[in-house]
């Protein structure tokens, strides 16, 4: 069973619409999560990161962390087509020594 | 630069031939990661080692991979008789601590392709 979940897309949305984007996870015992954009060729960029329940912003991002439920999301306001980029989620998880990666969801934003 | 360099970016191996892929993290981290990505798939956890230490090798393919981290220069990923499934792209991470709060960071990765 995978660690992280992520739909797989594309996503495709207008530009200056919010992009949702979702990860579940299934092991209670993940400790931090984060958010990496991935553009086509280059490396994982990190976007955010989220420790405890609730929301986390940073500027046009808002992460979204549900423990109960088992789920991570990361919000794009105003979406822009330089955020056209596949976006990883990633678990860290307790007693672990590497970060578990979804397999990514590919967003683009349509001019 | 003060980011995690790989190099090469690019390298061209035929099959059976060895591949070394080398990373030098971000100035004052000590911990490195090798992850490993295939096309379309998320990236999977290789190695993880500190200084002279390998921590966690559970991602790593038992035979023909290995990798080290001396003390002195970069982390080698190394490849023995590479086969066209090592065909990928391998990124390094490194952070400054093994803390569950510590982002990890990567590189530009290096393409391998087998011919």
């Known amino acids: 069973q995978k660690e992280v979940e992520q739909n797989s897309g594309p996503l495709s949305v207008p530009e200056g619409a919010i992009a949702s984007l979702n990860c579940t996870y299934s092991?209670?015992?993940?400790?931090?999560f984060f958010w990496y954009r991935q553009y086509s060729g280059k490396s994982p960029e990190l976007i955010m990161s989220?420790?405890?329940?609730g929301d986390k912003e940073d500027g046009r991002f808002t992460a979204q962390l549900n423990k109960a439920s088992q789920y991570v999301s990361l919000l794009i306001r105003d979406s822009q087509p330089s955020d056209s980029a596949t976006y990883l989620c990633a678990e860290y998880l307790r007693g672990a020594n590497n970060l578990f990666f979804g397999t990514g969801t590919r967003l683009t934003v349509i001019p | 630069n003060a980011g995690v360099m790989q190099n090469p970016r690019h390298l061209v191996r035929r099959r059976g031939q060895e591949a070394r892929l080398r990373c030098s993290p971000m100035k004052g981290h000590s911990h490195v990661y090798w992850y490993r990505q295939l096309p379309e798939e998320g990236l999977k956890f290789m190695v993880y080692?500190?200084?002279?230490?390998?921590?966690?090798e559970s991602g790593m393919p038992k035979e023909r991979f290995s990798a080290e981290f001396p003390k002195e220069g970069p982390s080698i990923l190394r490849i023995q008789q590479v086969v066209r499934g090592d065909s990928a792209a391998y990124f390094c991470?490194?952070?400054?601590?093994?803390?569950?709060?510590?982002?990890?960071?990567f590189g530009d990765g290096t393409r391998l392709s087998i011919l």
């Open positions: 991470a490194s952070s400054p601590s093994a803390n569950s709060n510590q982002p990890q960071h």
């Open positions: 080692l500190q200084k002279e230490n390998i921590i966690d």
């Open positions: 092991d209670r015992v993940s400790q931090s």
């Open positions: 989220i420790y405890s329940n």
